[in-house]
């Protein structure tokens, strides 16, 4: 029976290993400095005082990137607690050493709680800018579009659903006795129905830059919520042209996007009517539009495929938005690894 052996420097050969097949985290070590970040979390997240003494806390720029571990692979805290212990390319991303104390998924829950939806959204933005300064986010064209965001379902009766739809909380969830029930209980999600598929939770309204497929923007609504509703909010001064798909065709929206900024020009899909057929030069015109309106569903579609896809575990439309947020964020500093990899510009700082 041949008996195994500790080799010595291990660890470092693994790596060592790992950076020659193409570790994905190196790379984003390489392309993000994070320490951009530094002063916003802290801010966030930590108080002016600790003279009364206590733990230590761990270093804010650790519990971002454990945060972004999560939204890149869709786990939750109990998971990523277990993961960082026996992940050598993890560890190395997180800038620990072998065997170093990491945080438990108790710390890691606090730390995004105490960020919250406001503190996501401050980071997503910070970062943000250091594209647009970078030249990373032209503003030259915009996609818009949605995607469902599902949460675990619910078994609710059907009276209680009319309930919460009407915006109140049926009577006897709030009877003391079912307390640890509406605790687990989600009045925010919502159903929805696109084709022959069922969606209950929430939805995020991105707003991707054509040329970079960063998402610039977005905002997080009920799964219900008519994406029409929420494009016009989406717009800007920055935007000189806009895609969106034959959905987003109301007169009414358009009418009031076009008195706010005559400049822009919109690239809307048309849609067939009753006795109102396309011509053949307004499908070829479709043609063209979704040509460059699907790079929006590439973003949607690498979440989906390379991020553990498209669904989280919070309960509440506060919760939602911060995931929602965090998401967009790791999936924008995924592609900006991706972009700073390729045409070999400098780290973002």
């Not at 032209?138 to 915006?167: M, W, Y």
Request: net charge positive; proline share 3%.
């Amino acid at each position: 029976m041949r008996m195994g052996q500790l080799i010595l420097n291990g660890a470092d050969l693994q790596l060592s290993r790992l950076s020659k097949l193409g570790d994905p985290l190196e790379r984003l070590n390489a392309a993000i400095n994070w320490e951009m970040f530094r002063a916003k979390l802290w801010k966030l997240t930590r108080k002016d005082d600790y003279t009364k003494g206590g733990r230590p806390a761990f270093d804010v720029i650790l519990m971002f990137k454990i945060a972004l571990l999560q939204y890149w692979n869709n786990i939750s805290d109990d998971s990523a607690e277990y993961l960082i212990n026996c992940r050598l390319d993890w560890q190395r991303f997180l800038g620990m050493e072998l065997g170093e104390k990491s945080p438990d998924a108790k710390t890691i829950w606090l730390f995004k709680e105490t960020l919250g939806e406001t503190g996501m959204r401050e980071l997503f933005d910070l970062f943000n800018e250091k594209l647009v300064r970078a030249g990373v986010i032209t503003h030259k064209g915009s996609l818009i579009d949605a995607t469902f965001v599902d949460v675990p379902r619910q078994r609710n009766s059907r009276e209680d659903n009319k309930t919460i739809k009407e915006g109140r909380i049926p009577d006897s969830w709030e009877k003391p006795e079912n307390a640890a029930m509406f605790n687990q209980k989600d009045t925010d999600a919502r159903w929805a129905k696109k084709g022959n598929e069922t969606h209950y939770g929430y939805k995020d309204h991105a707003k991707v830059d054509k040329d970079s497929k960063i998402i610039v923007d977005f905002t997080v609504t009920a799964a219900s919520r008519h994406d029409v509703t929420e494009f016009e909010g989406l717009i800007d001064i920055n935007d000189k042209e806009a895609w969106l798909d034959a959905g987003y065709a109301s007169e009414e929206h358009v009418a009031r996007i076009l008195k706010a900024f005559p400049g822009i020009i919109l690239h809307i899909c048309e849609k067939g009517q009753k006795n109102k057929p396309l011509t053949e030069e307004q499908k070829a015109s479709n043609r063209e539009k979704s040509h460059i309106r699907a790079r929006v569903e590439h973003v949607f579609g690498y979440i989906t495929r390379f991020m553990g896809g498209i669904s989280i575990r919070t309960i509440g439309i506060s919760r939602a938005t911060r995931q929602i947020c965090g998401m967009n964020l790791a999936y924008n500093m995924r592609r900006v690894a991706f972009l700073v990899a390729a045409k070999k510009s400098p780290a973002i700082s």
